[in-house]
């Protein structure tokens, strides 16, 4: 059944269909809750260590609890004991957990902007296809009054039987390119419900009109979008921020004790009561074989991540230098499809038809006439379509909306 926020009075509106797939797509709903738990594990990375309550009882001669009280060495003892981190330790573990709490956000919005930009590629795929087809059934119209003008010329022995074949022919070759672009139609939209988390037969009506969106920034601009707000960076950065605050974590636990404070009251039947103080220090003596592996271990993942944020800086300067090639192309193509290959197609369609009623032309360039104007108008929603999806593709990695 089709979904009504997908369907606007002239179609199936692009917002809709990205907003269904934001809402129904499960990864986001994990990535969601993964932050969640992320952002929980903050407060517990920067508490103190539970503390400790302790019930002892000494007897003497008898083993059972609290038998024999009355004897001289017997008694009852109620201790407490903290453990305290060395000064700076509960700070860089927060750090670190709200590192990792930010690393996981921005993974979400990163796997949100590539799911939108899916949803975009396919839906001007499907706006091509659905131009196309209306462009299709057009032509077929007048294929089917020019086969009815070259049977009336042919019956009166004013043309001949090949005009009525090659027009017959150019009607089936027309039906053929329908078939396919139905086939590519149903390929898209399986796949558009895919993105929608949905079953793939759904049916989706004809997709609004697309406009040409404007002209995306110079390449240096798209670079700097993409360096300010692209969500991959931003999670590689505060990834390499956690990694340095749990290399600095690493570096204070190997080198400096953790400290314990303790109290205990000792309660004698006998003799005064007392109280015992004291202080232990938790310290790494085996710093070699143990705490120093732990600084290798976050120094390698710090320097694994910084590589991998270097990686991905040259993959989207790659990545939207050849979308802006492809965006910029398009559009003088479309330019010159609109103003000039269309108009001029059009109006030597026009003439061969009135040309050919009049007997001044033959069938075949009447019918080459048509073919041609039917590919530039075609190619031109064509080109339209690889236009917007060009910048859906910028948008995926500068994090900026392009498309409107």
């Known amino acids: 059944m089709q979904h009504k926020a997908d369907v606007q009075a002239g179609g199936v509106s692009l917002a809709g269909l990205v907003e269904a797939a934001l809402a129904a797509n499960p990864e986001l709903t994990v990535m969601r809750r993964g932050f ?125 039987q090949v005009d009525v074949v090659n027009v017959r022919v150019e009607i089936t070759e027309l039906l053929e390119k329908q078939a396919m672009l139905e086939q590519r139609r149903a390929i898209t939209v399986a796949q558009l419900n895919n993105l929608l988390y949905r079953n793939p037969e759904t049916p989706i009506e004809k997709t609004a009109d697309v406009k040409m969106s404007p002209e995306p920034p110079p390449l240096e601009e798209l670079e700097r979008l993409s360096s300010e707000n692209a969500p991959d960076l931003k999670q590689l950065r505060r990834m390499i921020d956690g990694n340095n605050k749990a290399l600095r974590l690493a570096e204070r636990e190997a080198k400096y004790p953790e400290v314990g404070v303790n109290f205990i009251y000792h309660n004698r039947p006998v003799f005064s009561d007392y109280y015992t103080y004291g202080v232990t220090l938790r310290l790494p003596l085996y710093a070699a074989t143990k705490q120093r592996y732990a600084i290798k271990e976050q120094a390698a993942n710090l320097a694994a991540t910084q590589a991998r944020l270097d990686s991905n800086l040259s993959l989207i300067r790659y990545k939207l230098r050849d979308a802006r090639v492809r965006a910029s192309t398009s559009a003088r193509l479309i330019k010159l499809h609109e103003q000039g290959l269309i108009p001029q197609a059009t109006l030597a369609l026009e003439s061969a038809l009135s040309a050919y009623q009049t007997g001044q032309i033959e069938m075949l360039t009447l019918l080459n006439s048509l073919k041609r104007a039917l590919d530039y108008e075609t190619r031109f929603y064509e080109l339209l379509a690889d236009y917007q999806k060009a910048l859906a593709e910028m948008e995926r990695f500068t994090g900026v909306e392009l498309t409107k």
């Open 36 to 160: 969640d738990a992320a952002r929980a594990r903050i407060p517990q990375a920067k508490a103190l260590p539970d503390p400790m309550v302790s019930l002892s009882n000494s007897t003497v001669t008898n083993p059972v609890p609290f038998a024999g009280l009355k004897n001289d060495f017997s008694e009852i003892a109620l201790g407490f004991s903290q453990d305290l981190p060395w000064f700076g330790v509960r700070r860089l573990r927060g750090q670190v957990a709200s590192a990792e709490s930010e690393a996981k956000f921005q993974e979400y919005a990163a796997t949100a902007l590539r799911l939108t930009s899916e949803v975009k590629l396919a839906y001007y795929d499907l706006s091509y296809t659905d131009r196309a087809l209306a462009v299709l059934a057009r032509d077929k119209e007048i294929l089917d009054k020019i086969a009815q003008v070259a049977e009336a010329r042919y019956s009166v022995g004013k043309a001949q």
